[in-house]
């Protein structure tokens, strides 16, 4: 007799639950390299959730299925993040496995609207009926999976422009969206301050966009490798942050290394590299 399983807890589960008990931001970083053993490595740091990335990082399908396999055994939350809003892109990642998405550049409410119909099933919206032959049902394993689907899966969408923040209220305002995800470097580059990440329009377009979402009563999250900015938004209201990538993580170790002992005395100031990617 085949296992019957249930779905795990999705980040909207745990961003809930956080909510409930302790009140503290969720902490993350962004898992960029490809490697499910990287994934695994940092899926036991402790941090509360991992970004799998494909929009800037060598992750196809058959990566992605692999670190979320990696990473699974662990009590980390896994969001993982498509190249594109895009309906074909988000089925595939969906019958993999993927139970939290993070979408990029949605900048209005019709795209977030779209972003919510690729993850339900019809009459409520067009993903693609597979159940038996992918991983998200564990093959037909989880009970009544396609009238469950939608519960499994939590949709997280980027603000990461100056139209995007325009139109943050009715994007709060989509059914179906149940966070949104701040983008300081593409929001800084769309306001023509490009590697600006701390420049006073764009932070005061995060603290406008956290308010928002407090005011629609939906969970804000935003990037931030700076120490003091992380700690600013996250008074500020953010619900959930990134603060690193096991990539910058290992270029900057990597580079210390290189200043101790290749360049004694040419130790890279703090500061020399970006704050942020």
């Known amino acids: ?7 795990d807890p999705t980040f909207r589960d745990a961003l809930r639950n956080q909510t409930g008990a302790a009140g503290r931001p969720l902490a993350g970083m962004w898992v960029c390299s490809g490697s499910p053993l990287v994934a695994e490595l ?14 800037h990082s060598p992750n196809g399908l058959e990566s992605i299925l692999a670190q979320l396999q990696a990473v699974r055994g662990y009590p980390v939350q896994a969001m993982v993040r498509p190249p594109v809003n895009d309906t074909v892109l988000i089925k595939q990642y969906l019958d993999l496995g993927v139970q939290n998405l993070l979408v990029p550049m949605v900048n209005s409410a019709a795209e977030a609207r779209a972003a919510v119909a690729a993850t339900r099933y019809p009459p409520h919206g067009v993903r693609g009926v597979g159940s038996a032959l992918a991983r998200a049902s564990r093959w037909n394993r989880i009970p009544d999976y396609l009238a469950r689907a939608s519960g499994t899966i939590s949709l997280t969408v980027q603000i990461e422009s100056e139209a995007a923040v325009a139109s943050v209220e009715e994007i709060l305002s989509v059914d179906g ?6 983008g300081p470097s593409d929001l800084a580059a769309s306001m023509g301050v490009l590697g600006e990440q701390e420049h006073p329009k764009v932070r005061a377009a995060v603290e406008h966009c956290l308010a928002a979402a407090k005011a629609a009563g939906k969970p804000a999250g935003v990037n931030a490798f700076n120490p003091a900015t992380a700690h600013h938004y996250m008074a500020a209201g953010a619900a959930f942050i990134l603060v690193g990538a096991d990539v910058a993580l290992l270029a900057r170790g990597s580079e210390a290394l ?4 290749v360049r004694p005395g040419q130790a890279a100031k703090p500061g020399d590299a970006p704050a942020s990617y």
């Open 1 to 7: 007799m085949p296992l019957r399983v249930d779905p």
């Open 42 to 55: 940092c899926a036991g740091s402790g941090l509360d959730w991992l970004l799998i990335d494909a929009e």
């Open 177 to 182: 969206v149940d966070a949104i995800f701040l």
């Open 258 to 261: 290189a200043a101790e002992y």
